[in-house]
Each structure stands twice: as C-alpha cells, then as structure tokens.
C-alpha cells in the first residue's frame, strides 16, 4: 500500500516511468486504437485533456499492485470485455461525465477511467467505484484496494 507522495512517484518509476515522460506517438496510438474499439461497440469516446495528459505520462507502464503478486496495473487505454464498453457509458451518463479508459489491472479486468476534472475511477464486476479525485489519491487508494461507490457521485 502506498502512503506518500514520494511512494506514489517510485511505484511507476519501479515500471519506467520518471517525471516528465512523454510517450507522445505510443499514446497517440493507444487512444485512437481504444477509441475504435469502443466505436466497434456502438460507443464513442474520447479522451479528457486529463486523461489525455495521463496517457501521455503512462502509456505501456505495468506496475505490480501489492494485493496479489499476479496482480498489475497496466497504464494502457483498452478494452478489457466487450460489454465493458456499454457499462463505461451508463457510467460517465450516470456521473454527468466523459470518461476515457487509462488503463486496465489483470488481476481481474478491472479498468480504470478519467474523467474531465482528473477524478478516477474504477470500472469492477462487483459495481463502479471512486478512486480519487486527483492522481496521488488514486494511486494510493488502487493500490490499498480502498474506493468509495461511484453512486456516490452521481448528477
């Protein structure tokens, strides 16, 4: 579990990435091929300047989350189910927000979303969550496995 600022910074460093990264043509790729995905589905997405900016920074980083050793976070835009794509959408209609997809964890096809404001979520089989409404908060509370329920913050 993470706990500070500085553990939150050497999680992704431990996968690549250090302070100002920027995978410009790598995440300009991954966006358009997510986008497409969910197109395919009948959903249009695209990515906040937050989200944007956090792929970015992200894209193809894959840090292990301390709750099962099998368990990553991979900073990549994707699709993990087809149905995913549909329930993302009643979620951002829910929330009054776009949200874009930053990243997956493999544990169990978890993924996680950004909305416009930099706030996170999480997309689970169990229900959507809330994991912060800034980066740090998030990654901390990914890693602890603490959310809140995205109802929560419904319009």
């Not at 500070?4 to 920027?22: C, K, L, N, S």
């Not at 790729?29 to 995905?37: E, G």
């Not at 980083?61 to 050793?69: E, K, N, S």
Request: hydrophobic content about 45%; glycine content about 10%.
């Amino acid at each position: 579990m993470l706990s500070t600022v500085e553990e939150v910074d050497a999680w992704p460093a431990e996968a690549g990435w250090y302070p100002g990264r920027d995978a410009g043509r790598e995440a300009a790729q991954a966006v358009a091929m997510v986008a497409d995905r969910y197109r395919a589905y009948g959903v249009d997405i695209e990515p906040t300047a937050a989200a944007l900016a956090f792929v970015h920074e992200h894209v193809s980083l894959r840090a292990v989350i301390d709750t099962a050793p099998e368990n990553f976070a991979v900073f990549t835009p994707h699709l993990v189910f087809k149905g995913d794509a549909e329930e993302i959408a009643e979620l951002a209609g829910d929330l009054g927000a776009n949200l874009f997809p930053i990243g997956y964890d493999t544990y169990d096809g978890s993924t996680l979303l950004m909305d416009g404001s930099g706030r996170f979520f999480l997309s689970h089989h169990t229900g959507p969550y809330c994991l912060g409404r800034a980066q740090y908060e998030a990654l901390m509370r990914l890693t602890s496995g603490e959310m809140d329920d995205a109802e929560s913050y419904f319009t």
